[in-house]
């Protein structure tokens, strides 16, 4: 009797190939979600089985694309962390948080080719979820969902993505974001260059060597394919092609765009002389004297926008670091605006001092890249409201993962260890049986608030507890004895000089 | 011809109804997992199909479960995961990170029945995945995984459990878990004192009302299950009714174990007698005495620990809060040795305020109960250590959405404004046509590390900047004008006061 049901499965298996026009039968009568359900639970648990048979060996490993967080490693987060929150609240910032995952339908649509790479949960009945790609869409769905207009909020938490990165690189499928975003209706460019400025503190005060901010606005990329003779439908694929730019030579953008895109040779010429184009806010001065370019309103728009935005980015002292390069074009659909992306121009120095000390690890070296990226979506939370109300938003995303990276490798190079605990004094004893005396006395230091740490030992050589401080990098030991107990004192050494008081 | 293939498909799923049996189909010939996979996806999308009918309706919301945290809530759990911070890192912890999901083996077997409980990822190809549902087997895992046979570590990290929870009581699917354990092979007692000074730490300073630390051994409740004649194989199911004593009174409790489990009446008395004891160190010492409990090697080990444990909780003066109360039974399968719990006896009192000023929010109120839990587990290593070597390991864990429940009602009871942010001063004008002083001024104050906002209009009124401060909590305002400017200075105004310099 099974064998003959399974016989019937097996051939449905097989003979059922048609999953595209199944649409028509939505009629079909007794054919529920909730049989579905059932039978695709059926299946999948007939797959355990099969699985369980290959493989008995258990794998200890975390997933692909994920790694653990050692102390030291947590060590350096944690000042990295310090330093961009401490940016953000200075400039008035409030946090919120998300849950990781959300429900699919808010994520659908909003990344377009990328939503591929999206982690869904699996349905184990009840609502369809994902996991969060990034901290921008949870952010549109809270401010629609509480019908917020007016917000400055960071938000740092990790993303997930189904990519195939290079993990060298510092690119894994579960990374954080640390994002900054001012959601409300204000003059222009104020809020943008606030962003900006961010960047610019950010960056100088993680210390990661020079680096450059790269200004473009969506606006003037769109009014330059208009009067390039882009067709309307192709402007957002030939904005993709831009896009490579930063990695692939402009003879192969041109080749992609020709061959592969259909784009005729003499637009594709005339987009290349403009994405050559690079400076500050006489650039933009020129375009927009630009026989061609002022053609285009939208383009003017983004190009008075620039012009105001370099006018507040001098108030700030930060015009040094800030390029506008008409080639920026960064890959997310939902920007309308001002668009910004920093690179660090230094980091392949502090690579090669490093691939010198670590001999020829030439692939593990961080290479140089965007470490920070954002721009103007003014239209993501009307996608969200149901009446479409909008809500302006400017914000910037810190590639943390990247800086991650880069400070792990000074620190590996330096010759200064990198502490774990925060630990100020070790409570040891000279002599045997004198655990109570130092648990009390550890006791004491907790209570008023000392950092303190004893060793889990009845009788641990003083030798031992001396060494476990230099490894620790703990700089006081107090040491307890028979004699200094009579006297009522305890003996502080120092552990770097000997010196005992 | 697509008809026919549909009732073919339909007639399997209404006849495929077998699938326990299935294992002895192993050697089916011609259906393979990739199959299954492929035949499952084909179901997976007819089902979204379906399902695209029934609603059209976009829902804005959360995940079932889950919540936003806004940024008063976030001011709330930043101040509760300083203070547990400060306390883990004043006891020497370093902290680790580990990804949000685990290969699907990693979670397998280490949580009994509760692995229903577990979130899966979808099969989208590669691993098989599942959200982590503790800190603690990740813990283990990374343990394991490197090597690591001494550690003091801290974890703080959201955990996913697909329970039906009372959102009310502060119980969620995503919640936060905030572990300190130890590993390493140390001298009885001594990591297990600590965790529970930690917890009488934490505890005391976030002030959250009287509370008592209960304490217990498993190896006294199996030997006490011995002594009354407890078969064997019943031991850990019995151990799951005691631990509903907390909310089940005895005799419904005795009731499931005589009723459901098939205990003897004569047995359940004699368990009953027990689990009615509390105590300090001198319950220890009677029970070692005891007559029948003294008959189980196993639980003389435990009484002596318990007498050892007091000893050392008396040196560390927190032994007014913590009692020997033989009815603990704590839910994981895995612990080996000391179990402990720490509940709040007053938090009734805060709920009770909070009503009175809500109104008949009864059921809103936070419900007394656990907040801290832990014990020794010496053996979750070594399942997954290749060879079995086993590091033995006490940890806490911290239960901080209760706790975060209890704050916020009583923030929400004081007359104090919680503060989002920490702005100690805002760049205002008195005057049209002096955004450009505003920005170069707060670009100062930014680069001195001053906490400062600036409104992003070009024209803002006095008026609306002030009541901005006075909503937000600024204390100061700099009001730039005219003359001022002029002068070379600016005026300083204190928003409580209306004090100027």
Partial sequence: MLGMIWVRACSALVGFRAPTCVRSLHSFPGITVAQIDEEVAKLLELKAQLGDDGKTQFVLKTPKGTRDYNPKQMAIREKVFNTIIRCFKRHGAETIDTPVFELKETLTGKYGEDSKLIYDLKDQGGELLSLRYDLTVPFARYLAMNKITNIKRYHIAKVYRRDNPAMTRGRYREFYQCDFDIAGQYDAMIPDAECLKIVHEILNELDLGDFRIKVNDRRILDG??????????????????????????????????????????????????????????????????????????????GLSDIKLLFKYLQLFHVTDKVVFDLSLARGLDYYTGVIYEAVLTQASAVSAANEAQNGANAEESVSVGSVAGGGRYDGLVG????????????????????????????????????????????????QKNLLEE??????????????????YKKNPKLLSQLQYCEEAGIPLVAILGEQELKDGVVKLRVVATREEV
């Fill in 383 to 430: 996608m969200f409201d149901p009446k479409g109300r909008r809500v302006p938003c400017v914000g910037v995303s810190i590639g943390i993962e990247r800086i991650f990276s880069i400070m792990e490798q000074k620190a590996e190079a330096s010759p200064e260890k990198v502490r774990t605990t925060e630990v100020q004094i070790m409570v040891a004893s000279a």
């Fill in 224 to 301: 330059m394919f208009a009067v390039c003779g882009v067709p309307d439908d192709k402007f957002r694929t030939i904005c993709s092609t831009v896009d490579k730019l930063d990695k692939m030579s402009w003879e192969d953008v041109k080749k992609e765009m020709v061959n592969e895109k259909g784009l005729s040779e003499e637009a594709a010429d005339q987009i290349g002389e403009y994405v050559s184009m690079q400076g500050g806010m006489d650039l933009a001065e020129r375009l927009l004297q630009d026989h061609k370019m002022s053609q285009s309103k939208q383009a003017c728009a």
């Fill in 438 to 455: 130092r648990l009390q006395l550890i006791s004491e230091l907790w209570n008023a608030g000392i950092k303190a740490e004893v060793m």
